[in-house]
Nanobody
Framework: QSQLVESGGGLVQPGGSLRLSCAASGLDLEYYIVGWFRQAPGKEREGVSC????????NNADSVKGRFTISRDNAKNTVYLQMNGLEPEDTAVYFC????????????????????WGQGTQVTVSS
């Protein structure tokens, strides 16, 4: 059974850091683009960051540029989202998603492009 499992969420004070992990089983992430999305209460889901097969990355949300970094470890079949300088506005459920693509495919932050989704992990930024 193919699945993605997020972990690393929690409660953190403003200015703090968290590292989210997205571990895959039944999927070889080496052949997948992986994206991180988030959804805050009452808001639409938005793309945060994604990484292509070759390790390049893009940050979609302007509000996270310079603060969030996506990376991948194919040997561990895991993708990470390092979040620094967290703000209360970052509070949301964070999801990872994956989709198998050709090697040169450049990832985008359109959630309809991803068919494999994790269950989400809650991130709460509050003092």
């Amino acid at each position: 059974q193919s699945q993605l499992v997020e972990s690393g969420g929690g409660l953190v004070q403003p200015g703090g850091s968290l590292r989210l992990s997205c571990a895959a089983s039944g999927l070889d992430l080496e052949y997948y683009i992986v994206g991180w999305f988030r959804q805050a209460p009452g808001k639409e889901r938005e793309g945060v960051s994604c990484i292509n097969r070759r390790g390049g990355s893009t940050n979609n949300a302007d509000s996270v540029k310079g603060r969030f970094t996506i990376s991948r470890d194919n040997a561990k079949n895991t993708v990470y989202l390092q979040m620094n300088g967290l703000e209360p506005e970052d509070t949301a459920v964070y999801f990872c998603a994956a989709e198998p693509v050709a090697p040169s495919y450049e990832c985008r932050h359109a959630d309809y492009e991803y068919n494999y989704w994790g269950q989400g992990t809650q991130v709460t930024v509050s003092s």
